[in-house]
């Protein structure tokens, strides 16, 4: 599968962004869907993840109440809907796929990623 992230941007505090990842390849098998964030000098981080088949959604707790991870079958897209965004939420978003459906925490365990989309949160 191959993944393609956008809709990164420059917002204010408090502001909402949306931001998109097209999957493309074989959207017919069943994945876990992710995304992370990695801000300047620090590790890379879970967001969120889900079933691309729909369910077992979950959150860090960082963004829990704040970001909805979706999507949309049609068009083979994954959203992630990030509102009441902080100056701690800047980061490069990324999202990724991983054959095992489970959602899990760890990076190194997604083999396939999209290339990243920069978001900028100002106070």
């Known amino acids: 599968v191959q993944l393609q992230a956008s809709g990164g941007g420059l917002v204010q505090a408090g502001g909402s962004l949306r931001l998109s990842c097209a999957l493309s390849?074989?959207?017919?098998?069943?994945?876990?869907i992710s995304w992370f964030r990695q801000a300047p000098g620090k590790e890379r981080e879970f967001v969120a993840g889900?079933?691309?088949?729909?369910?077992?959604?979950n959150y860090s707790d960082s963004v829990k109440g704040r970001f909805t991870i979706s999507r949309d079958n049609a068009k083979n897209t994954v959203y992630l809907q990030m509102d009441s965004l902080k100056p701690e939420d800047t980061a490069i978003y990324y999202c990724?796929?991983?054959?095992?459906?489970?959602?899990?925490?760890?990076?190194?365990?997604?083999?396939?990623w999209g290339q990243g989309t920069q978001v900028t949160v100002s106070s």
């Open positions: 990724a796929a991983r054959r095992p459906v489970a959602v899990v925490p760890r990076p190194n365990e997604y083999p396939y």
């Open positions: 390849g074989r959207t017919d098998w069943a994945w876990t």
């Open positions: 889900f079933w691309w088949s729909g369910g077992n959604t």
